[in-house]
């Protein structure tokens, strides 16, 4: 079944639940034709747009979705429990959880190079869901969640920042329902499929997950601080109303420690670094003016609760002259 690969001039904008519903209605009619009575593999992050792919796949075909969740365990504190939650326990989704912590932490072990962790990190994960899809049987689709831009980005090559790497030899037709849609469009499908906002709204989260913001070369201390220290400042922010606000705010944590007093004891402990930025394409990035009043409710928050770390400090640089991420 040959899927477009362009964007309809006059398809309408995906921008109310009305809209949403009729999409959704349309796809499932199509994945039905598509599929019929086989299987679709799906590699499930718990991002916006697999999540939206899984919802909808399982809409229409029920248990004949197979998605695969791999915590990594470079996932931000409670991501791999809410997708088993969201997907397993109340969509009743056939989903396989594997949990590879110990072997993508152990193969990072000493690697400080940034491009070295991503490379280890994509090519593992690939292994890892290719081990998994083997072991299945009659498996003939491979669902993916390609959004416009990705062919845009792609000039039109079929690709996927996931699971683009899959052996050919697999001899999957993939399957891609929400490909002409934007981000946003994406959002809003979501909702409409009754995924939780939390899930819905999840700000842009890299590929390699915390393996870019434990920066340097990954210790499983510092990777729990960098952990617990991210979640107390996206509670912050959503107990604020800058959630969604704020296009991208997180933690990173640098492999270097200074010296401290806590319990009127020398204490030597890592800096949270907080970034908080707004863009409308990421090739340029301000900064998000936190109120003074939370930055300190933030800060003693992380150097109390969090162990290993002692200071937290506020990084200010627009894009340019900084990245949006350290690494």
């Known amino acids: 079944m040959d899927l477009p690969s362009k964007r309809p001039e006059n398809m309408v904008r995906i921008t109310t639940a009305e809209l949403a519903n009729t999409f959704i209605e349309e796809q499932v009619a ?18 916006v747009d697999s999540s939206v792919v899984a919802a909808l796949l399982i809409k229409a075909i029920g248990r004949q979705l197979v998605c ?21 326990n109340q969509l009743d989704a056939n989903l396989i959880y594997i949990d590879a912590t110990d072997r993508f932490l152990d193969l990072l072990a000493g690697v400080a190079e940034p491009e070295k962790k991503r490379k280890i990190i994509g090519g593992e994960f690939i292994k890892v869901f290719e081990e998994e899809a083997r072991k299945l049987e009659g498996i003939s689709f491979l669902a993916q969640g390609t959004i416009y831009p990705d062919i845009l980005e792609s000039d039109g090559v079929k690709a996927h920042h996931n699971v683009g790497g899959l052996p050919e030899d697999m001899g999957f037709q993939l399957v891609e329902p929400v490909r002409l849609l934007f981000k946003d469009e994406v959002r809003v499908v979501g909702r409409a499929l009754g995924l939780p906002a939390s899930m819905v ?9 915390l393996g870019v913001r434990c920066l340097g070369a990954i210790t499983r201390d510092r990777l729990q601080a960098l952990r617990e220290a991210d979640a107390i400042l996206r509670e912050e922010f959503d107990s604020a109303g800058l959630a969604g606000k704020v296009w991208q705010y997180f933690i990173s944590v640098p492999d270097f420690k200074s010296v401290g007093v ?20 990421a090739m340029t990035a ?17 150097t109390s609760e969090v162990p290993g770390i002692n200071r937290v400090v506020y990084d200010l640089t627009p894009k340019p002259i900084g990245t949006i991420e350290w690494e």
Do not use: C
């Open 30 to 47: 199509l994945v039905r034709q598509q599929v019929g009575d086989k299987k679709v593999l799906l590699a499930l992050s718990g991002g």
């Open 68 to 88: 695969v969740h791999v915590n990594h365990g470079l996932m931000r504190k409670g991501e791999s429990e809410q997708v088993v939650e969201v997907f397993q």
């Open 201 to 209: 709204d999840r700000q842009p989260f890299p590929g390699p997950g």
């Open 262 to 281: 806590k319990d009127d004891k020398r204490y030597e402990g890592w800096p949270a670094i907080i970034r908080a930025v707004n863009t409308t394409d």
């Open 286 to 302: 301000t900064i998000e003016e936190i109120p003074y009043k939370l930055l300190h409710k933030i800060t003693a928050r992380i």
